[in-house]
């Protein structure tokens, strides 16, 4: 089961983290991902983190301003979201990867087999 939660409204310029505790089960040896959707929108990769936390990916509208990171001991995937735009104002999901050890894909949703619930982000102008 993953929990996201952190998200909120804020103002253009400012910043939030998301977190997304996973239990249950551990997902240390698994990719992560969030993903978002904004109103009217199909939804989209945001960003993903291989494994052990070394290579991390990011679509290029928030590459330099959102940060992925995670802590495999206490089996939760974050989101540094930093210079917030109001085209961010989205509902965020995180996401583990159906397969340990395995990272190429990871852009895509079907790589992915176990969703949070999302948490909306508000970013006002």
């Known amino acids: 089961q993953l929990q996201a939660s952190g998200g909120g409204l804020v103002q253009a310029g400012n910043s939030l983290s998301l977190s997304c505790k996973a239990s249950g089960r551990t997902f240390s040896n698994y990719s992560m991902g969030w993903f978002r959707r904004a109103p009217g929108k199909e939804r989209e990769f945001v960003a993903a983190i291989r494994w052990r936390g070394v290579s991390k990916d990011y679509a290029e509208d928030v590459k330099g301003r959102f940060t992925i990171s995670r802590d495999n001991a206490k089996n939760t995937l974050y989101l540094r979201m930093d210079s917030l735009k109001p085209e961010d104002t989205a509902v965020y999901y995180c996401?583990?990867?159906?397969?340990?050890?395995?990272?190429?894909?990871?852009?895509?949703?079907?790589?992915?087999?176990?969703w949070g619930q999302g948490t909306l982000v508000t970013v006002s102008s």
């Open positions: 996401a583990v990867a159906s397969r340990p050890y395995v990272h190429s894909g990871s852009r895509t949703s079907s790589f992915y087999d176990y």
